[in-house]
């Protein structure tokens, strides 16, 4: 039986709260049989009420309860209440307070007095916004809590509405946006509240009693029963942490009515002390499934690992010690413009989330200036729809697995700010000072500057307004002053001009006159008008000049720039004649037109130009070219051309133009260059064809190959026809008898004498051998010599000439490492195709190109045996290459080369440049054009002999 009695005492008192320190708990043994409960009294002292089994008391008396035991026996327990009364807690006093002011805040009579400030008076002074709570208690030792929030007022921004400036001499209203229907809108009220400090989670193990870090804010300033209708109503929930494990987190947060939502389900799979405080619900997410590396961080944290020797609950262990905390937001909030993080749902856990920081995977974190890099709760926000926003809400951080490691620094929950009543007061009246003020209004101060002042000077001006509970708002406004302005206007009008008129003022006679007028700045302008009228007119000059050809003399006046003058002359009748000279001058136009060029003496060169109304070219002699601002010309010789850009006037007569005296003329020179020849020795039987023409005799011939300048280089044909002999037969005798003979013999019936020409020295085709010699194809082999290259151009002295390389020296190469980095300097660019063309020296362009940098930089330049007297040809060079192509193959294949531009995939890379990025290349499929530096094309290299 003393056991039942000891069970039931712990009931009582577990299940009784006693606030009165002198409250008793006693009972009394009744007798009793074998197989009836024990009869036990209790006598209990409550404040306000008590709960007793199933029920509520509110009133004092006797209650009987009966209990039953494990073991099935009753117990019939006889409750002694007696309820006290609960104390009165109320707070009076204002709930705003004025910067720089106090209030009095009153308690309601009690016996004692406990304020959050830590003052015991029945009354405080507060100086600050905050929320201020109070315990109470009378004297039967009961408790009773109150809280009272004090706000701060804060004036709106105040907003100038006319005018900004003010002009000197006037007396003006500077108007502010406030009037006395206007109020105030009251400020400190928090939406956004945080806890910052420094708390270590232990390993997944309880230290101090707690396997979780927990920490409220509370709220205050919302509407009486104001709850969370929707998820954006939290804008976002932030934890400032580190921890070196992501996988065994559990974080939640809970409202005032105890709703929950989970922001990081538990992932984990270990085992702790702590694994089991975690609801099994919450467990939800595995490194597996989701594609979190093992290991992943939060922040820059220490890292305990798996050594054991480390005490788990000692924050000053080397490996226990802060790390660096990063932010991190979970957010719902649709309305906020936030960017969500780019992992699968832009949940924190996913892997897409992490990068290497420092050697380990790391979550990023959230930057909440910038609203980027946002996560998704676990659980949507949406399950905290119904929670008072007034109250606690908890943040609740638990590490659920051993050999980790984490801090967290600081949490902060944000709500809605539009969420908040609108409270204000009204302004009363305002006080302004300054320099100049004579008169002040609710809304406007009246200033009145001296006409001293000059433009653009600022004046500050100290506002002060008051609201009807007395506070005071101060603001600086700036004024900017704008003086008048005056101006004398000396005017000259001839009689018959009159009446005069001038910003609508019109007048008759000469005089002086005011106007008074507006200036830029919107102040009064001050302008004197002194006109002259002059008798006697007799005409007036308009001339035209180019601003270039001032100073301009006219009568002995001397004009430096445009503008009016008159003379006074005597007509023969002894009667005085003004004559009034108009100077107008004219800015010389902006002329424009093609560079010297060269061309061939078989072409023709476009002259361009551009500039002025009317553009003009002649030769040297004055003849207009025919063709306006283009114009094509075809000189035999080199010859210079004039180009005028004149400006449409009145003055004189050009060409069927009235031209002005303004112009500018410029001179371009063409130089006309003989296109490079070349011979080739052929023969043939009966005939030969020749560039579409069949050639029957012997002889020599020539055609001027073609580009798109319209000529590239003359081809001089040596040819040898010959007959194709035509034989007979002739025998001494028709018929013989068996074993006889007969004679027979071949004559040739078209003998014909064969022309002797005298072949050139060297030829197209011609093998140039190592010893600088050349020998003509149908005399190969020659004993004792070694090819070197196949002749493909020989200039006008007959024995020197162009060869090309018996093979491609490269069948893939860059002509520069990349694409626009390296321009070669002083390699003159060609833009116009038709000019890059007459490019013919390559071996100096690929000695520039080597002067300009490395084999890495120019690998094509460095491919050739520059040493050798090998280099890349220029445009025009391959050009010509391209063109006998037919003619030099026949002598590689002799020799054993390589065929030239036979298959139409292969392109062939030039020396000549033609921008930054781009250089004249030549295929078979394509002719001559351009590619970028840095493709891979392939090069056959020549030579000079």
Not at 799 to 827: F, Q, R
Request: hydrophobic share 40%.
């Amino acid at each position: 039986m003393s056991h039942i009695k000891h069970i039931l005492i712990l009931i009582l008192m577990c299940c009784c709260v006693l606030l009165d320190n002198s409250a008793r708990l006693s009972a009394a043994h009744n007798s009793f049989e074998i197989g009836v409960s024990d009869v036990n009294d209790a006598y209990v002292n409550a404040c306000g009420s008590y709960n007793w089994g199933d029920s509520t008391y509110t009133q004092s008396g006797i209650y009987t309860h009966l209990f039953t035991s494990s073991d099935g026996l009753d117990s019939l327990v006889t409750l002694h209440l007696t309820i006290y009364p609960l104390p009165v807690a109320t707070i009076a006093g204002d709930n705003y307070i004025c910067s720089d002011s106090a209030i009095t805040l009153t308690a309601a009579p009690a016996t004692t007095y406990l304020w959050s400030t830590g003052a015991t008076t029945q009354s405080i002074s507060v100086v600050s916004a905050g929320l201020y709570t109070l315990t109470v208690t009378n004297n039967y030792h009961c408790a009773a809590i109150a809280s009272h929030a004090v706000y701060t007022y804060a004036m709106d921004t105040i907003t100038l509405i006319n005018p900004v400036a003010v002009c000197a001499g006037d007396t003006q209203a500077v108007t502010i946006g406030y009037d006395s229907t206007m109020t105030v809108v009251l400020a400190g009220k928090e939406t956004s509240m945080s806890v910052s400090d420094t708390i270590f989670l232990p390993d997944g193990i309880p230290c101090n009693n707690s396997c979780s870090y927990q920490s409220p804010v509370v709220f205050t300033a919302f509407e009486e029963g104001a709850v969370v209708s929707s998820p954006d109503d939290i804008l976002y929930v932030k934890l400032n942490m580190e921890h070196s494990y992501l996988g065994d987190l559990y974080i939640n947060i809970t409202c005032p009515n105890g709703q929950k939502a989970d922001i990081l389900k538990y992932g984990g799979i270990g085992t702790s002390d702590c694994l089991d405080s975690i609801p099994a619900s919450s467990k939800t997410w595995s490194t597996a499934d989701t594609n979190v590396t093992t290991g992943t961080w939060l922040g820059e944290a220490y890292d305990v690992g798996e050594d054991l020797t480390v005490p788990p609950c000692d924050s000053s262990a080397e490996n226990n010690q802060p790390g660096v905390g990063w932010n991190y937001c979970w957010s719902d909030n649709t309305t906020a413009g936030y960017i969500y993080a780019s992992g699968q749902g832009g949940f924190i856990y996913r892997a897409g989330n992490a990068h290497w920081v420092n050697g380990y995977l790391t979550i990023d974190s959230s930057d909440l200036a910038a609203g980027t890099q946002f996560y998704h709760p676990d659980d949507s926000f949406s399950n905290l729809i119904g929670c008072p926003l007034n109250g606690p809400w908890i943040i609740e951080v638990m590490d659920g697995w051993n050999a980790d490691n984490g801090y967290v620094f600081e949490w902060e929950l944000a709500l809605d700010p539009s969420l908040l009543p609108a409270i204000s007061a009204p302004v009363n009246h305002m006080n302004a000072d300054g320099p100049w003020i004579t008169a002040i209004t609710d809304s406007a101060f009246y200033v009145a500057p001296p006409t001293t002042l000059t433009n653009d000077t600022v004046v500050s001006y100290q506002l002060s307004l008051y609201s009807n509970v007395g506070c005071a708002y101060d603001t600086v406004v700036y004024v900017e002053i704008n003086a008048p302005t005056s101006y004398t206007l000396p005017v000259t009008v001839f009689e018959n001009n009159l009446p005069f008129e001038l910003n609508g003022y019109t007048y008759d006679s000469a005089g002086v006159y005011v106007q008074h007028l507006t200036n830029e700045n919107g102040c009064d302008s001050m302008l004197t008008v002194e006109l002259t009228v002059l008798n006697n007119i007799g005409n007036v000059v308009d001339s035209v000049i180019c601003e270039d050809r001032l100073p301009f003399v006219w009568n002995g006046i001397i004009f430096q720039t445009a503008g009016t003058d008159s003379v006074t002359l005597t007509a023969a009748s002894g009667v005085d004649s003004i004559v009034i000279m108009n100077l107008i001058t004219q800015t010389p136009p902006t002329l424009t037109h093609i560079s010297d060029t060269v061309i061939y003496n078989c072409t023709s060169a476009n002259l361009w130009a551009a500039g002025g109304d009317l553009v003009v070219w002649t030769d040297a002699s004055g003849s207009l070219l025919p063709g306006g601002s283009t114009v094509t010309v075809s000189p035999s010789q080199t010859t210079t051309y004039y180009v005028y850009a004149y400006l449409l006037g009145q003055d004189m007569t050009l060409y069927g133009y009235d031209l002005s005296a303004c112009y500018v003329v410029d001179s371009i020179v063409v130089t006309v260059v003989e296109a490079p020849a070349t011979v080739l020795v052929e023969s043939a039987c009966d005939e030969y064809e020749w560039f579409g023409e069949t050639l029957t005799q012997t002889g020599v011939y020539t055609h001027m190959l073609t580009n798109v300048g319209g000529c590239d280089s003359l081809l001089e044909l040596h040819l040898w026809i010959e007959e194709t002999p035509q034989l007979t037969i002739q025998q001494s005798e028709n018929v013989i008898c068996p074993g006889d003979s007969v004679t027979l013999q071949m004559v040739v019936l078209n003998d014909s004498s064969y022309p002797h020409y005298s072949r050139p020295l060297v030829a197209v085709g011609d093998i140039l051998c190592t010893d600088s010699t050349t020998i003509h194809p149908e005399d190969w082999p020659v004993e004792g010599k070694v090819a070197r290259g196949i002749v493909f151009y020989v200039d006008s002295t007959g024995g020197h000439g162009w060869a090309v390389h018996l093979n491609d020296e490269s069948v893939g190469t860059k002509w520069c490492v990349t694409a626009s980095a390296y321009n070669v300097p002083n390699l003159t660019d060609f833009s116009d195709i038709s000019v890059a063309m007459l490019d013919y020296d390559g071996h100096l362009n690929t000695q520039k190109i080597r002067n300009a940098g490395t084999e890495y930089r120019y690998p094509a330049a460095y491919v050739v045996d520059f040493n050798d007297g090998w280099y890349i040809p220029a445009l025009g060079q391959l050009n010509l290459l391209f063109a006998l192509s037919p003619f030099i193959n026949n002598s590689l294949q002799i020799v054993g080369g390589y065929p030239f531009a036979m298959n139409a995939n292969i392109r062939y890379w030039s020396s000549t440049e033609r921008s930054t990025s781009d250089v004249y290349i030549m295929g078979s499929d394509i002719g001559f054009w351009y590619g970028v530096k840095n493709i891979y094309n392939q090069l056959r290299s020549v030579c000079n002999f």
